[in-house]
């Protein structure tokens, strides 16, 4: 089981989508000022707006890389 997920920055109105096994530990990673070293970190507090469970990785990183 995967996901894609969007998160939403209200600092910046700003979305960002990606794909992980655990949204829940994935989003306390973009919110954490000590461990995220992504281009994420700036837009703290990210919410997470939606997950979308899909069948595995591959089909993931697929919806992922193509809403970018």
Same mark, same amino acid.
């Given at each position: 089981?995967? +996901? @894609? /997920? #969007?998160? /939403?920055?209200? $600092? +910046?109105? $700003?979305? /960002? #989508? *990606?794909? !992980? /096994?655990?949204? *829940?530990?994935?989003? !306390? +990673?973009?919110?954490? %000022?000590?461990?995220? !070293?992504? &281009?994420?970190? &700036? *837009? %703290?507090?990210?919410?997470?707006?939606?997950?979308?469970? @899909? *069948?595995?990785? &591959? @089909?993931?990183?697929? %919806?992922?890389?193509?809403? $970018?």
């Amino acid at each position: 089981m995967h +996901f @894609v /997920y #969007i998160i /939403y920055s209200e $600092k +910046f109105d $700003k979305y /960002y #989508i *990606g794909e !992980t /096994y655990e949204t *829940g530990q994935r989003l !306390t +990673f973009h919110n954490s %000022i000590e461990d995220n !070293t992504n &281009s994420t970190k &700036s *837009g %703290i507090p990210w919410i997470l707006f939606l997950a979308l469970q @899909v *069948g595995n990785r &591959s @089909v993931a990183r697929e %919806i992922e890389n193509s809403a $970018k």
